[in-house]
């Protein structure tokens, strides 16, 4: 539906956006994310035709959006972060005006309306002026704008700023509903949000593609994603040597210890690996007592810190991901296949 293929934008001197290519399969949510500055509105200000690339091409619907851009923006239904609200129109002023830009036709006009503002949960406030709606409503209204003609495309850049937490299920909600018909790209800080909502999820830093990939799937280009916090009572070389044991184990952290005559360990592993009972048992057998133990896994929020401030997934000449200061436990083939999966991207 959507292919970005080597697009570069470059203002002076600053390369925003630097080779960037990914597609968008037809009725899926991509995540977009990564840092402040890393390119996510640029990017999405030049599918949407809004600026021009210095490089590279975009499509949509296979529709080059530089040769034909009136087209492509027929399909697009575009939210800024700033949505762009005429403040002494009404609620439905605004949306009929919308309405005519977008070119719908005046038998649909107003059904489509009232339809948007249903969907959008605004049409109690049809008749109020913009400038006296909440800044919730006014991102409601912005939502409704980017609707506006049922496009087929809709690029939803913070769609949930200044919402309540209810407002914000509910806007969930919408976004999974839109899919159905739409292909829908979003841009959030909130990492909850796109792990509940969004089919793939892509990080771009510094204006490069990181990483792409299901929510589900991110954390398996790491290799060892799992683990365990341990806080156990021993000496800590013998404690390190029956860790060392357990073949299970990747990767060993040691961590400071804040109770005297114990050690604090975090081991990893693989992401659906449980090594409880083994590490367990080992410790038993050594008489070694564990005083704390605390599953992990490697959230959204980790990945996203991780892979943005890890120079293996922005350099492509390092590709090794995690290992520095740590005892990496892994076997070669192991290694090899991280570092693999690390340079592909």
């Not at 280009?221 to 156990?232: E, N, R």
């Amino acid at each position: 539906m959507i292919e970005v293929k080597n697009l570069v934008k470059r203002y002076g001197n600053h390369t925003a956006v630097n080779d960037l290519s990914f597609t968008v399969n037809r009725g899926q949510i991509l995540g977009f994310l990564g840092p402040n500055g890393a390119g996510k509105t640029t990017t999405m200000n030049i599918i949407t035709g809004y600026i021009s690339a210095t490089e590279g091409t975009v499509t949509v619907n296979g529709i080059d959006v530089f040769e034909e851009p009136e087209e492509v923006k027929k399909m697009i239904g575009y939210l800024p972060e700033f949505p762009p609200l005429y403040p002494d129109l009404t609620v439905w002023e605004y949306l009929n005006f919308v309405a005519d830009i977008k070119k719908v036709k005046k038998s649909a006009r107003r059904q489509m309306v009232n339809d948007v503002m249903e969907a959008t949960k605004i049409a109690d406030m049809r008749n109020r002026l913009i400038k006296h709606l909440s800044k919730g409503y006014k991102q409601r209204v912005g939502l409704a704008q980017a609707i506006m003609g049922y496009p087929e495309v809709i690029i939803l850049d913070e769609p949930t700023v200044g919402l309540d937490p209810k407002q914000i299920i509910e806007i969930r909600d919408l976004i999974r509903d839109l899919s159905k018909n739409h292909t829908v790209i979003l841009s959030s800080h909130i990492m909850q949000e796109v792990n509940a909502v969004c089919d793939s999820v892509m990080i771009i830093d510094k204006g490069r593609l990181i990483l792409q990939d299901k929510p589900e799937n991110l954390s398996l280009h790491f290799g060892s994603t799992g683990g365990l916090k341990l806080v156990i009572k021993g000496n800590k070389n013998d404690v390190l040597n029956e860790l060392k044991k357990i073949g299970r184990i990747t990767k060993i952290e040691e961590k400071e210890s804040l109770e005297e005559g114990t050690v604090s360990f975090t081991v990893y592993c693989k992401e659906d690996d449980d090594i409880r009972e083994e590490v367990f048992y080992s410790m038993s057998k050594n008489n070694t007592p564990i005083l704390e133990m605390q599953s992990i896994r490697m959230s959204l929020e980790d990945i996203f810190i991780k892979v943005t401030q890890d120079d293996a997934f922005i350099n492509e000449d390092k590709p090794e991901v995690y290992e520095d200061k740590t005892e990496d436990l892994s076997s070669s083939a192991d290694k090899e296949e991280v570092s693999n999966n690390a340079g592909d991207l």
